[in-house]
């Protein structure tokens, strides 16, 4: 695997000297872009886009032809898993994802099994593939996939939920189901990541987004447990290189110092916590990645320059042994105009230079 000549963001993840703090953003390619909203429409449908590769390809390079980011992100969505464990994944208009057959019924959790990825997931790694042709060792590549309690939300509810009312009732009447739920996900996600690195990934992103709607008391068992299996099986070298891994706990930062101890690279931090205390925290042992709320960029450009600022005044000044990556607290939203997403870029590349400069001796 050859080093991209932009490697900025591979080793400010690793906590390796950097000459300023990459930016890469979650969900960057996305409903934002006109370009991309041409290309689904083209398309014809979400699942349609992801399952293509030469789409999936093409919608990935859009923000990078607009914006100089320092990453990738595979253009993919966390459910092809389950769809690829036979749910029967679909988006319906105005509603988003659903599947046509949740898991309700014991035998059906009884019968779940893990695919494999190089036959029901192909199309995501001739994605990757393709894409790492296309980025010609430009910036790296970055896989991902949802937790295992994430993937299992959407699998026991159906589709998305905002209380969650099916999945915490099994948890808390039949904890034996979900867990066989979690631990038949936690291999297919252990699979599915370590395909994206064997087909050019070059670094991966373990997205739990609702592992912050479980009760304290039952993050660790039913979240971070599973995700820690995943990060110990990982793939963590390949063609002579380092792939590092970034674990994004939306409304985790309670649990900030488990996380980081799981052995990931990094921790991706929401907008709700503090990332001057996260570095005392967690004692710089990973690199922190986040954390804007997206919202600001919805204000004016001045004020883009000045909430940019604050949160790499807040992460303070690097050293040999911090990591910093920029980056949302969570997606970006599809209705942020696309120019703003330049203020961000650039104020980050040109105000971050400062906190890297080595003291004089």
Not at 92 to 109: D, H, V
Not at 266 to 287: F, I, K, M, P, Q
Not at 344 to 354: E, G, P
Request: proline share 6%; charged share 20%.
């Amino acid at each position: 695997m050859t080093r991209p000549a932009n490697d900025t963001f591979l080793r400010a993840l690793l906590r390796q000297p950097v000459d300023y703090t990459p930016v890469w953003l979650m969900r960057q390619a996305g409903r934002y872009l006109p370009e991309y909203c041409e290309t689904r429409r083209r398309a014809g449908n979400f699942l349609s886009l992801c399952k293509n590769p030469a789409m999936a390809c093409e919608v990935t390079l859009q923000p990078l032809a607009r914006y100089a980011l320092d990453a990738a992100i595979l253009f993919s969505d966390i459910l092809t898993v389950p769809d690829a464990m036979g749910l029967g994944l679909y988006f319906a208009e105005g509603e988003g994802p659903r599947f046509e057959r949740p898991l309700r019924e014991e035998w059906a959790i009884r019968d779940l099994a893990a695919p494999d990825p190089m036959v029901h997931l192909r199309y995501v790694m001739d994605a990757v593939s393709e894409i790492r042709r296309a980025l010609n060792d430009s910036v790296p590549l970055i896989g991902f996939s949802g937790s295992p309690f994430t993937l299992a939300c959407y699998m026991v509810e159906g589709g998305s939920s905002e209380d969650f009312r099916t999945v915490k009732t099994m948890l808390f009447d039949r904890p034996d189901l979900l867990h066989r739920i979690l631990a038949v996900t936690t291999e297919a996600v252990t699979d599915y990541l370590n395909a994206q690195i064997e087909a050019g990934a070059q670094a991966v992103m373990i997205f739990d987004t609702w592992g912050g709607a479980l009760p304290a008391w039952a993050f660790r068992q039913f979240s971070l447990d599973y995700t820690a299996q995943i990060v110990a099986q990982l793939t963590k070298q390949h063609d002579g290189e380092r792939v590092p891994s970034i674990v994004f706990t939306k409304g985790g930062g309670q649990w900030l110092e488990a996380i980081a101890g799981i052995g990931c690279d990094a921790v991706g931090l929401d907008w709700t916590t503090d990332l001057a205390e996260a570095r005392l925290r967690t004692s710089d042992r990973v690199a922190l990645q986040g954390n804007l709320d997206p919202m600001a960029l919805f204000a004016s450009p001045n004020s883009i320059e000045t909430e940019t600022r604050r949160v790499i005044d807040n992460f303070g000044h690097h050293s040999k042994s911090s990591g910093h990556i920029f980056n949302l607290g969570h997606g970006i939203s599809q209705h942020t105009p696309a120019d703003h997403v330049s203020v961000l870029v650039d104020t980050v590349h040109q105000y971050s230079r400062a906190f890297h400069a080595v003291p004089p001796a």
